[in-house]
């Protein structure tokens, strides 16, 4: 069973920064395109940035210039990178391969605000 950890959330002021962390113990990590998604309260669960095996990455309108995805593919660890946080930041940030995905983990949860 593959086992998703998402770490690093927290309470924050906005125009803040908090790095997120996704550890996977699955060894075929660095054979899939990943990505981190986010769910709001009472709204879906969205995709907002993905990175694929050689290091490509796209990020949702909505974060471009703020979020930065990485990977360290001898880790299995991916990171979020998020600067200037606002408040329609805040929902629990889930990591996950971007196609056919893993059993979800708990996900880490990013509050943003004053």
């Known amino acids: 069973q593959v086992q998703l950890v998402e770490s690093g959330g927290g309470l924050v002021q906005p125009g803040g920064s908090l790095r997120l962390s996704c550890a996977a113990s699955?060894?075929?990590?660095?054979?899939?395109?990943m990505g981190w998604y986010r769910q709001a309260p009472g709204k879906q669960r969205n995709l907002v940035a993905r990175i694929n095996i050689n290091g490509a990455t796209t990020v949702a309108d909505s974060v471009k210039g703020r979020f930065t995805i990485s990977r360290d593919n001898a880790k299995n660890t991916m990171y979020l990178q998020m600067d200037s946080l606002k408040p329609e930041d805040t929902a629990v940030y889930y990591c996950n391969k971007v196609l056919i995905p893993w059993p979800w983990g708990q996900g880490t949860q990013v509050t943003v605000s004053s």
């Open positions: 699955e060894s075929s990590f660095s054979s899939h395109t």
